[in-house]
């Protein structure tokens, strides 16, 4: 087992990774009283095209079964895990991204309990052609219910128009259609190449004392077999042409307006480049539309947002792309204003060492409040982890960062990217008298 400590946050960190090859990490905190656990398979919904376990071609699944295959894993022959985690004292969840599903525990009595009943719940799958066709209409359920989430429709309308013909295009949940094809065997198929210790991580931080918890989970781990597991092969994300613009009708109050920038520059493979480039374009955003620029004043006072205007930057190996959101009544207006402020930043007033060095100031400030969350950094470090960099070395990349790098990355990005627009409208609705 390695460890690993960080001055800027005081924490150490622990790795330990098994014969099986699930890697762990551990950060052990004295002064809390509860646990929380987090155990991440890199699989998620952009996964539906791969190469099954003892087979040589490609199969393509239905969209949505990542999430499906979530969903089951709660269900054992002997009833709802959930219920086991209540007589404990513990709370779970989980919870399905593009690319990763992660299961969670929290708990401030029976921690080692908890921890085990997380690794032997996910690890011992149980699909039937019964629970599945009951799991269906369950689903069915969840994914109606989004239908009437205009943010969601909004968000899922732009990346459908950014990322046409692809696995990015499809809700995380998947479609009626695709749901009712899933099949117990199928979930079996994608759970033996993706559930593998391999393909895994587990975090864990509380106050627990390492060197037990580390043997406790060696110990549990060294009770199962697994299968031997070739590197995975998955099916290369390729996406049509951007759809350049698009509407839809809801019953919503006001416009509700997106801008997409699909990145199509080629992303550097080493970890410490990947987290810089991602940080950087964070803070070219925030530079020049986050709430301490002079441009969010100006469209503010100017009607063209309001406290529902936000973006972000999302980038993984596969994808990277920014969204920029609002509540508008002049979609096209606002729509040209921030498509002109990303092209002339260079001369832009709000970009300036003045504002980064603010920028950084507060983003220090909430990372360091974030680090009393047991929840936020077991969430942020499984999301973050880029090899040999992730959460906790953010204090020191962000400290290198200069605003000339933060230029170079920016060009990079903004010089090969593809733009979209998509917008709700109101329903016109006629009144005859």
């Known amino acids: 087992m390695k460890s690993k400590f960080y001055e800027k946050t005081g924490e150490r960190l622990y790795i330990d990774t098994l014969p099986n090859g699930l890697t762990?990490?551990?950060?052990?905190?004295?002064?809390?009283?509860?646990?929380?656990?987090?155990?991440?398979?890199?699989?998620?919904?952009?996964?539906?095209?791969?190469?099954?376990?003892?087979?040589?071609?490609?199969?393509?699944?239905?969209?949505?079964?990542?999430?499906?295959?979530?969903?089951?894993?709660?269900?054992?022959?002997?009833?709802?895990?959930?219920?086991?985690?209540?007589?404990?004292?513990?709370?779970?969840?989980?919870?399905?991204?593009?690319?990763?599903?992660s299961y969670l525990f929290s708990t401030r009595e029976n921690s080692y309990e908890s921890t085990e009943l997380l690794l032997d719940f996910v690890q011992k799958p149980y699909f039937t052609k019964e629970n599945v066709e009951k799991e269906q209409g369950i689903i069915q359920q969840e994914i109606q219910?989004?239908?009437?989430?205009?943010?969601?429709?909004?968000?899922?309308?732009?990346?459908g128009?950014?990322?046409?013909?692809?696995?990015?295009a499809a809700d995380i949940a998947g479609t009626p259609a695709t749901i009712n094809a899933i099949t117990a065997d199928d979930l079996y198929k994608n759970y033996e190449v993706f559930y593998h210790p391999k393909n895994m991580n587990?975090?864990?931080?509380?106050?627990?004392?390492?060197?037990m918890m580390a043997d406790f989970v060696r110990n549990n781990q060294a009770k199962k077999d697994f299968a031997d597991l070739r590197?995975?092969?998955?099916?290369?994300?390729?996406?049509?042409?951007?759809?350049?613009?698009?509407?839809?009708?809801?019953?919503?109050?006001?416009?509700?307006?997106?801008?997409?920038?699909?990145?199509?520059?080629?992303?550097?493979?080493?970890?410490?480049?990947?987290f810089k480039y991602k940080l950087a374009n964070q803070l070219f955003l925030d530079l020049l539309f986050g709430r301490t620029s002079q441009r969010y004043e100006e469209l503010y006072n100017a009607g063209l947002i309001d406290d529902s205007f936000g973006f972000s930057f999302d980038l993984d190996k596969r994808f990277h792309f920014a969204v920029l959101t609002a509540d508008?009544?002049?979609?096209?207006k606002l729509g040209q204003t921030l498509?002109?402020?990303?092209?002339?930043?260079?001369?832009?007033?709000?970009?300036?060492?003045?504002?980064?060095?603010?920028?950084?100031?507060?983003?220090?400030?909430?990372?360091?409040?974030?680090?009393?969350?047991?929840?936020?950094?077991?969430?942020?470090?499984?999301?973050?982890?880029?090899?040999?960099?992730?959460f906790?070395?953010?204090?020191?990349?962000?400290?290198?960062?200069?605003?000339?790098?933060?230029?170079?990355?920016?060009?990079?990005?903004?010089?090969?990217?593809?733009?979209?627009?998509f917008t709700i409208l109101p329903i016109i609705k006629l009144f005859c008298q």
């Open 145 to 159: 219910m989004y239908q009437d989430d205009s943010d969601w429709r909004l968000f899922a309308g732009l990346l």
């Open 24 to 101: 762990i990490y551990y950060l052990p905190k004295a002064d809390y009283n509860r646990t929380y656990g987090l155990f991440t398979t890199s699989f998620g919904s952009l996964d539906t095209s791969f190469v099954p376990l003892g087979e040589q071609d490609f199969q393509t699944f239905p969209e949505g079964i990542a999430h499906f295959l979530e969903h089951k894993l709660f269900e054992k022959e002997e009833g709802d895990v959930m219920y086991k985690f209540g007589a404990l004292g513990a709370q779970t969840n989980a919870f399905t991204s593009f690319s990763r599903t």
């Open 339 to 390: 498509q002109e402020a990303i092209k002339s930043y260079k001369i832009d007033r709000d970009f300036s060492e003045e504002h980064l060095d603010l920028l950084k100031r507060e983003m220090l400030g909430d990372y360091f409040s974030s680090l009393n969350s047991l929840e936020y950094i077991a969430n942020q470090f499984s999301s973050e982890i880029y090899d040999d960099i992730n």
């Open 161 to 168: 128009k950014m990322y046409p013909d692809s696995p990015l």
């Open 392 to 421: 906790f070395d953010f204090p020191e990349i962000l400290k290198e960062l200069s605003l000339s790098e933060i230029e170079k990355f920016a060009d990079q990005f903004i010089s090969e990217m593809k733009k979209v627009e």
């Open 231 to 274: 590197e995975i092969k998955r099916k290369e994300i390729i996406a049509s042409e951007p759809i350049t613009g698009g509407t839809l009708e809801l019953e919503v109050a006001m416009p509700k307006f997106s801008l997409g920038l699909r990145g199509e520059d080629a992303l550097a493979q080493d970890s410490k480049t990947l």
């Open 328 to 332: 508008t009544e002049n979609p096209k």
């Open 202 to 211: 587990l975090f864990l931080t509380g106050p627990f004392d390492i060197e």
